[in-house]
């Protein structure tokens, strides 16, 4: 089976995917690079082709409207892009977090690449973090992605972390993410878009506050089994009965992990909780939804529909609250 995984590092503990080279901590961008699969560069191409005549090779000719993007290692193709396609390095990523590790108490903890290099990210520690009720804690990130093929734009995002299980969760409010989306039709500014963050990060305290709230709303039977099934089953009404008998083991998967079996589940925070019915299924997106590998499962988690599921499981458990 191909990975998509290339190559990851981390520093710290091991992280909640369970993949990559571990690193001692404050490590320099140069080893992270190495250690990450992040030290090469994505060069361009015009598009070429050959045109044939009766009997004879033709003349080699230049499609100037798109370009060929591929690795200075390997040379390996990475995708065919328009002309005017922005491209950001793999470096620029990690040196997006220097002056934020040098000056700002950021720290590296996970960078890697996806899909043989079409995509790539870093995550770093902020040193934002809360306590809910009891000891369920909850840490600041900041994930910065991007990708080569059109499949994602350059995202920052901050991220919370669930410590007892690792559960991954963007941080949003009033409906709307926090993450900050350059398209590859202009140019990545690192300065403008921490601008940007720099109003992002400090609605840490209201989003926490909102998860603190979700950790005082108790919940019923009725209401856990009616949130479940808005978040797994809402749009799967004329689904396929193939697609509905997942979303019914997704339902007792997440109902189990709710009632006591999920990593934390019993801690005051979670137990009957609607934090509780949000860390089921985040828990459930991040480590236990069915996915080729690892690697996929995270892929689905931070950028694909893992990543939707968990925005919807927490638009519907903010409007318990309201």
Known sequence: MAHLLEQMAYSGATPWHQLGHHLPPKQPLDTWARSAGMDWTICESPVRFMAERAGALGAILSFDEQKVLYRSDTKAPLSVVGSRYQVVQPRAVL??????????????????????????????????????????RVKGYLL?????????????????VRVVCNNTLAVALNGASSAIKVPHSTAFEPQAVKRQLGVAVSQWDSFMYRMKMLSQRRVKSHEALNYFL????????????????????????????????????????????????????????????RARSAEYRLDSAWFGTGAQLKQRALEQALQLTD
């Open 95 to 136: 040196e997006f977090y220097r002056d934020l590790t040098e000056s700002a108490g950021f720290e590296l903890e996970t960078a890697g690449v996806l899909k043989g290099g079409r995509k790539f990210w870093a995550l770093a520690r902020t040193g934002k973090e809360t306590a809910l009720k009891g000891s369920d």
């Open 230 to 289: 808005k978040v797994l089953c809402q749009a799967d009404e004329h689904a396929p009965a193939a697609q509905r008998l997942v979303n019914e083991r997704a339902l007792k998967k997440v109902q189990t992990l709710y009632e006591g079996q999920g990593r934390g589940a019993e801690l005051a925070a979670a137990q009957g909780t609607a934090w509780g019915l949000l860390s089921a299924i985040t828990e459930f997106v991040d480590h236990e939804k």
């Open 144 to 160: 910065l992605a991007t990708s080569c093929d059109s499949t994602l734009a350059t995202t920052a995002t901050p991220t919370t």
